[in-house]
Nanobody
Framework: QVQLVESGGGWVQAGGSLRLSCVVS????????MAWFRQVPGKEREFVAF????????HYTDSVKGRFTISRDNAKNTMDLQMNNLKPEDTAVYSC????????????????????WGQGTQVTVSS
């Protein structure tokens, strides 16, 4: 059974930093792309960042470029999201997802490409 468990969320003032982690079990981690999405109540899940199976390729939504960094450690089956210079508009529940097929998904920003998700971790940024 595939399981994803996030950690590292919390409350921070604007300009602060948080580091999210996602631990994966039940799948050969190094074969699959991963991504972070976020969601606020009443809105659809929003793409945040993507990383290819061996970490060579990354993509970010425009609003987080230069502030967030996605990384992975295939030896530990973990993926991280370092978030710096946080803004109130970054407040959301952040979830990690694993691609539904080995290799690179066709549409990295589409949540339908990811078939398993973590439970989500709340990030709150106050102004």
């Amino acid at each position: 059974q595939v399981q994803l468990v996030e950690s590292g969320g919390g409350w921070v003032q604007a300009g602060g930093s948080l580091r999210l982690s996602c631990v994966v079990s039940g799948r050969t981690f190094s074969n699959y792309a991963m991504a972070w999405f976020r969601q606020v109540p009443g809105k659809e899940r929003e793409f945040v960042a993507f990383i290819s199976p061996i970490g060579v390729s990354t993509h970010y939504t425009d609003s987080v470029k230069g502030r967030f960094t996605i990384s992975r450690d295939n030896a530990k089956n973990t993926m991280d999201l370092q978030m710096n210079n946080l803004k109130p508009e970054d407040t959301a529940v952040y979830s990690c997802g694993i691609s539904g097929r080995p290799g690179r998904p066709g549409a990295v920003r589409d949540p339908a490409e990811y078939d398993y998700w973590g439970q989500g971790t709340q990030v709150t940024v106050s102004s």
